[in-house]
């Protein structure tokens, strides 16, 4: 059945998959929700977006994404608060970021009503796919990707915007054991390591991958020139506690602004935690933990939300962190952030966008 919702047509699957998945054990990103957003640019401009059942889409292997990496995405939630009503995370600011994204990647910008209109008619199409249960909420995914076929070293004309939804638990099930990376370079200042671009995550795999051997969860990025201070982990943004104040790297243009790391800052200030934004080098952490005063270390990330770091292994040494107390910041913070998009706690920065 097809009808329109805005200027947004929208076409109903007719084999629901929704019966099909167990909400009680969600696996990040394993099933992806019914619908899927789909919009074209061409000839200069955004077409309308449509509302499709999630499938293949059949493409030239020619397209310009595949050769030379114009491809962008996000990550955000949606929830179901306490009152039933549905909410996304802070819209607006993703909004800015897939922008700025683009931007780096010599893509077009997506206009801000093609934005909202795509997501709200989406996850309003899907909103039985939302789970309740505790740390659990619907990922979003909007991707941008260049789609002209051409074999030729340009900036593409012709481009995708899709937006997929999946149904996720927490990305990480346990307190995470991280590498200190004094080898490999996730970002180079004044290259694209702030931008959500997908190059990125693909150059984070051979490092990664060789630290899982080692029996690492991941890995803690440090900067190109000098692999002296901490960047971020690639998943996430990294945080640390120490002498009772949340210190966090300061941004670069090599290291991911992330939403969660400002929605984290933001709140801990307010709940009059002292909260430090300058370079932390890998020296201050060995330093620190020997003399006690490192107490805390986590990732900060839309998918991660708070992903508690429990080791930390320096040149070789494992640093190994207190286990993560109830009264401890991050816990305090992740609280504040998860009661604030449940709606049991006053939304005093408007992050909650509301579904009509
Ligand atoms: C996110 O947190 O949204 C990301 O894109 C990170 C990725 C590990 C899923």
Known sequence: METMSNSIRVQRTSQSRLKEI???NLAFG???ADHMIVAEYADGKWGEASVLPYGEMTMSPAILSLHYGQAIFEGMKAYKTSSGVI???RLKRHHERMNRSLERMCMPPIP???FEQSLTTLIDVDRDWIPTSEGASLYIRPVVFASEARLGVKVSDQYKFVIMTSPVGPYYSKPLRVKVEETYVR???GGAGFAKCAGNYGVSFYPTQMARK???DQVLWTDAKEHKYIDEAGTMNV???IDGKLVTPRLTTAILDGITRDSILTLAKEMDIVV??????VEELIETHKQGSLTEAFGAGTAAIVAPIATINIHGKDYTLPPTSEGSIQARVKKKLTNMRLGLEKDNHEWNFTLR
Not at 276 to 281: A, D, F, L, M, T
């Open 239 to 241: 945080m640390f506690v």
């Open 87 to 89: 909410t996304i995370f």
């Open 276 to 281: 430090e934004e300058r370079k932390v080098s």
């Open 112 to 114: 801000y009503n093609l």
């Open 214 to 216: 080692e029996g690492f």
């Open 22 to 24: 167990d909400f009680s």
């Open 187 to 189: 970002a180079a200042e």
């Open 30 to 32: 394993q099933h992806i």
